[in-house]
């Protein structure tokens, strides 16, 4: 099993940029694909974006694309997302998630069938 510990969040005004970076540890990274998730109280886990093992395929929420960029680094452990334009809606806790890529569906915008999670970092947008 892998291990994720997530770093980046915090308080920015609309408009403003945030990079998150999450790190894992344990298992092969490379066998994973990665995703980043957020939620906000009272509602379900929420896709946000993706990238394939090898970092060739990525995919967004429609309400990110153009503004969010995943990107990882297989030889640091470290996958990221670029958040910039950001807007108030954008507030929620994020979550950094690994999915095994064997067996694996891609992309999986489901949160129930990824494998393993970080702990989740507060972004606010404040208007």
């Known amino acids: 099993q892998v291990q994720l510990v997530e770093s980046g969040g915090g308080l920015v005004q609309a408009g403003g940029a945030l990079r998150l970076s999450c790190v894992a540890s344990?298992?092969?990274?490379?066998?994973?694909?990665m995703g980043w998730f957020r939620q906000v109280p009272g509602k379900e886990r929420e896709f946000v974006a993706a990238?394939?093992?090898?970092?060739?395929?990525?995919d967004y929420a429609d309400s990110v694309k153009g503004r969010f960029t995943i990107d990882r680094d297989n030889a640091e452990n470290k996958v990221s997302l670029q958040m910039n334009t950001l807007k108030p809606e954008d507030t929620a806790v994020y979550y950094c998630?690994?999915?095994?890529?064997?067996?694996?569906?891609?992309?999986?915008?489901?949160?129930?069938?990824?494998?393993?999670w970080g702990q989740g970092t507060q972004v606010t947008v404040s208007s």
């Open positions: 998630a690994a999915d095994w890529m064997y067996g694996s569906i891609w992309p999986e915008y489901s949160w129930v069938n990824y494998d393993a």
């Open positions: 990238i394939s093992w090898s970092g060739r395929e990525t």
């Open positions: 344990g298992r092969t990274f490379s066998s994973y694909h």
